[in-house]
């Protein structure tokens, strides 16, 4: 899914940007059209981001309906696993960040706090919904070794649990995943 990989990799420009346009912005002295230009691309690109997380939902929905398990399948692991290194520098910084901004400015600030948590959310949210797309699809094909828990599908949408969820699918259902006995051990 090319919409999968064009929303992995607008996570990680929101990424550097959240990085970027903080530090930028506190080196310049006072407010001038350069600090309010790299709020205003940040802005945007936040709104891009999450317009493509959207558009990645609807593609995996139409993968759904045509019976696209191998699409579905290729999105859904480049998103929930390689997302990871974006999720887990994510939370770092903005620990970091939020934890000095609230601290600065001893709890005047702590209202803001909830928007970033939104931002990240979603993108689980978007993402995840591709997992349960690829989900509700391998639950309809008969030559599996069993089917996977409805309980996946709610796993898929929460953070950190999404990752368990994927690691535990593919141990089970994915053949590339597991490690297989080569042929001369088959006997």
């Known amino acids: 899914m090319k919409s999968a990989k ?3 990799i607008g996570m990680y420009l929101h990424l550097a940007l959240s990085i970027a346009v903080p530090i930028g912005i506190l080196g310049i002295q006072e407010w001038n059209t350069t600090s309010i230009g790299m709020l205003f691309l940040y802005f945007i690109v936040i709104g891009a981001v999450q317009l493509i997380g959207w558009i990645c939902v609807g593609m995996a929905a139409s993968a759904y309906l045509k019976g696209n398990l191998a699409a579905l399948q290729k999105g859904w692991i480049l998103l929930k696993l390689g997302s990871l290194p974006f999720y887990v520098i994510n ?3 903005s620990f970091l960040v939020w934890f000095s901004l609230v601290g600065a400015s001893r709890g005047i600030l702590i209202f803001l706090v909830p928007i970033p948590i939104i931002i990240t959310c979603l993108m689980i949210f978007q993402s995840g919904w591709v997992g ?12 599996n070794r069993g089917r996977p828990g409805s309980f996946h599908y709610i796993l898929q949408l929460l953070p950190v649990l999404d990752v368990i969820s994927t690691v535990i699918l593919l141990a089970t259902f994915h053949t590339g995943f597991q490690a297989r006995p080569s042929e001369s051990m088959r006997g």
């Open 6 to 8: 064009i929303f992995l």
């Open 132 to 143: 349960v797309c690829y989900i509700m699809l391998l639950r309809k094909q008969p030559e």
């Open 91 to 93: 939370f770092l910084y």
